[in-house]
């Protein structure tokens, strides 16, 4: 990174959604039993876009058998002025600033919480389960380093 900005504000645009895998499973399913929730949360770099890639997942969970998940990517285009200055070439990656990821992953968590909307609303015994509000700072705890290859 050239120089490390705390204000530094980066432009950028959401540029793709991609739902990358959607199951029900209703044999597992058990109305009366208690739901776990788990959920993760990837990055991505694209070079060649000048592109980031946020990558949500939830299992919605009875112990340790899924009975329902949903994982979903959002894809970023960062404006060449502002890529620039996340690059690091010494260590051949993109830093992205702690707030920044952070801010990605709340439009991305956003954006999988109205697909599950989507895809379960016409679902009776599945259209109560919605992603609860997460915090992503919990998750994003630091600054997120991506290896260009």
Same mark, same amino acid.
């Given at each position: 990174?050239?120089?490390?900005?705390?204000? +530094?504000?980066i432009?950028?645009q959401?540029? %793709? /959604?991609?739902?990358?895998?959607f199951?029900?499973?209703?044999e597992?399913?058990?109305?009366?039993?208690? =739901?776990?929730?788990?959920?993760?949360?990837?990055?991505?770099?694209?070079?060649?876009?000048? %592109?980031? $890639?946020?990558?949500? $997942?939830?299992?919605?969970?009875?112990g340790k058998? =899924? &009975?329902?998940? +949903?994982?979903?990517?959002?894809? &970023?285009?960062?404006?060449?002025?502002?890529?620039?200055?996340?690059?690091?070439?010494?260590?051949?990656?993109?830093? #992205?600033?702690?707030? &920044?990821?952070?801010?990605l992953?709340? /439009?991305t968590? %956003?954006?999988?919480? %109205? /697909?599950?909307?989507?895809?379960?609303?016409e679902?009776?015994? &599945?259209?109560q389960f919605?992603?609860p509000? /997460?915090?992503?700072?919990?998750?994003?705890?630091?600054? =997120?380093v #991506?290896?260009?290859?």
């Amino acid at each position: 990174m050239k120089k490390k900005d705390e204000n +530094l504000s980066i432009e950028f645009q959401l540029a %793709g /959604i991609n739902t990358e895998q959607f199951a029900i499973l209703e044999e597992i399913y058990q109305p009366e039993s208690e =739901v776990n929730i788990n959920v993760s949360l990837q990055f991505s770099v694209h070079p060649q876009k000048k %592109g980031i $890639g946020v990558h949500f $997942g939830i299992q919605f969970k009875h112990g340790k058998e =899924v &009975f329902l998940l +949903l994982k979903t990517a959002c894809f &970023f285009e960062v404006k060449s002025d502002n890529w620039i200055v996340l690059l690091n070439d010494k260590k051949k990656a993109i830093i #992205l600033p702690k707030d &920044f990821a952070s801010h990605l992953s709340v /439009i991305t968590v %956003g954006t999988t919480r %109205g /697909i599950l909307y989507e895809k379960l609303k016409e679902e009776p015994s &599945f259209d109560q389960f919605i992603l609860p509000t /997460i915090n992503v700072s919990r998750i994003v705890e630091e600054d =997120v380093v #991506l290896e260009i290859k």
